[in-house]
């Protein structure tokens, strides 16, 4: 395995690029228990994925390569666009296929913007956007997806193997609130301040953290440089301002579907005035549903071929270790051994 240094980044305002990190090729994972030893210490192995869309078949085979290759996972994270609209017979198509493979015990769903697009659709076979929202409440869409995932927030922690996994989301669906915006990620006070507080209680306790989140944060990961991708949170500065203090948080954003082959797949993020010389390590999930590329032109083109990409992380005493799965290959494409700074 590979083994990156501690990357530095002095930047010069909040949203300036993050330091693209080296990966090398993936060795094949070994079939340890998820929770169990291996290299001489305690290491927890888990997965994530993200877009699925209603690619229920990509899906499947997801799941099946990842017990394959992770039988014992300790969890497994989806990072938002569960379903390619939010209605609740297409939440059940998911529930459905998850129960038909085999999969961890603990998942922990993040929401993405195409829960929120039942509002575009007259009925299920009619898109109507010019009559907007067709009737559709706000407060619908949210109880659909927290009777899906059986919580009443979008945020949320879980514990894969000991690991902390946050999940971030937005509270509003923007164009209810402004009919300038669309998909923007709005936070509230209260998810701030509980972000914040679980950061610091796991930092005193030496502790990485996985925080999960379906939007990207700007000039990060690949695709996030595109115009496309810059404007996703209506709060960006708050939310680099927290995570930006603690070395050994790790992001995981979706939502661009941008292919893991890329060499910005996993960046370390500096933020100024935070304190943190050594930024934090944001992670491109890629996606279930479609993969694409930069097109040359400040755009983007989609992957030719078969697409089915998502992650293993494999949480040590001393580092984390990320790899990057061609699903549809059943193939490691890179793998990223990450430091961490401070350990239990």
Same mark, same amino acid.
């Given at each position: 395995?590979?083994?990156?240094?501690?990357?530095?980044?002095?930047?010069?305002?909040?949203?300036?690029?993050?330091?693209?990190?080296?990966?090398?090729?993936?060795?094949?994972?070994?079939?340890?228990?998820?929770?169990?030893?291996?290299?001489?210490?305690?290491?927890?192995?888990?997965?994530?994925?993200?877009?699925?869309?209603?690619?229920?078949?990509?899906?499947?085979?997801?799941?099946?390569?990842?017990?394959?290759?992770?039988?014992?996972? #300790?969890?497994?994270?989806?990072?938002?666009? %569960?379903?390619?609209?939010?209605?609740?017979?297409?939440?059940?198509?998911?529930?459905?296929?998850?129960?038909?493979?085999?999969?961890?015990?603990?998942?922990?769903?993040?929401?993405?913007?195409?829960?929120?697009?039942?509002?575009?659709?007259?009925?299920?076979?009619?898109?109507?956007?010019?009559?907007?929202?067709?009737?559709?409440?706000?407060?619908?869409?949210?109880?659909?997806?927290?009777?899906?995932?059986?919580?009443?927030?979008?945020?949320?922690?879980?514990?894969?193997?000991?690991?902390?996994?946050?999940?971030?989301?937005?509270?509003?669906?923007?164009?209810?609130?402004? #009919?300038?915006?669309?998909?923007?990620?709005?936070?509230?006070?209260?998810?701030?301040?509980?972000?914040?507080?679980?950061?610091?209680?796991?930092?005193?306790?030496?502790?990485?953290?996985?925080?999960?989140?379906?939007?990207?944060?700007?000039?990060?990961?690949?695709?996030?440089?595109?115009?496309?991708?810059?404007?996703?949170?209506?709060?960006?500065?708050?939310?680099?301002? %927290?995570?930006?203090?603690?070395?050994?948080?790790?992001?995981?954003?979706?939502?661009?579907?941008?292919?893991?082959?890329?060499?910005?797949?996993?960046?370390?993020?500096?933020?100024?005035?935070?304190?943190?010389?050594?930024?934090?390590?944001?992670?491109?999930?890629? #996606?279930?549903?479609?993969?694409?590329?930069?097109?040359?032109?400040?755009?983007?083109?989609?992957?030719?071929?078969?697409?089915?990409?998502?992650?293993?992380?494999?949480?040590?005493?001393?580092?984390?270790?990320?790899?990057?799965?061609?699903?549809?290959?059943?193939?490691?494409?890179?793998?990223?051994?990450?430091?961490?700074?401070?350990? #239990?």
């Amino acid at each position: 395995m590979a083994t990156t240094g501690r990357a530095s980044l002095l930047a010069g305002g909040a949203l300036t690029a993050g330091a693209a990190l080296t990966a090398a090729p993936a060795e094949a994972a070994p079939a340890h228990d998820g929770r169990g030893h291996h290299g001489g210490g305690r290491t927890v192995r888990f997965n994530i994925i993200s877009d699925i869309q209603g690619d229920l078949a990509d899906f499947g085979k997801a799941l099946d390569d990842l017990h394959r290759i992770n039988p014992d996972s #300790a969890g497994l994270g989806v990072a938002g666009d %569960i379903t390619p609209r939010g209605y609740d017979f297409e939440y059940a198509e998911v529930r459905r296929t998850l129960q038909r493979h085999r999969h961890p015990r603990n998942v922990a769903w993040a929401i993405g913007n195409h829960e929120f697009y039942v509002p575009k659709y007259s009925d299920p076979n009619t898109l109507a956007q010019d009559t907007w929202p067709n009737g559709t409440t706000e407060d619908s869409l949210f109880r659909s997806f927290y009777n899906f995932a059986g919580r009443n927030k979008v945020y949320t922690e879980a514990s894969f193997g000991g690991v902390p996994v946050l999940t971030l989301g937005t509270e509003r669906y923007a164009h209810y609130h402004d #009919a300038k915006l669309w998909d923007e990620v709005w936070i509230s006070d209260a998810q701030f301040a509980w972000l914040e507080d679980r950061l610091a209680y796991w930092a005193r306790r030496r502790r990485p953290v996985m925080v999960l989140t379906h939007h990207p944060l700007p000039n990060t990961v690949s695709g996030t440089r595109n115009k496309l991708y810059l404007g996703d949170y209506l709060q960006p500065d708050r939310l680099l301002s %927290i995570l930006g203090r603690h070395k050994d948080v790790f992001l995981f954003s979706g939502h661009t579907h941008w292919d893991l082959n890329l060499s910005d797949w996993a960046v370390r993020r500096v933020v100024p005035g935070t304190g943190n010389l050594d930024g934090f390590t944001v992670v491109n999930t890629s #996606a279930v549903q479609t993969g694409w590329t930069d097109d040359g032109k400040g755009g983007e083109a989609a992957v030719e071929g078969s697409f089915n990409q998502g992650l293993q992380i494999e949480v040590g005493p001393r580092t984390v270790v990320i790899k990057a799965r061609d699903f549809s290959r059943g193939a490691w494409l890179k793998q990223l051994t990450v430091p961490l700074h401070t350990t #239990a």
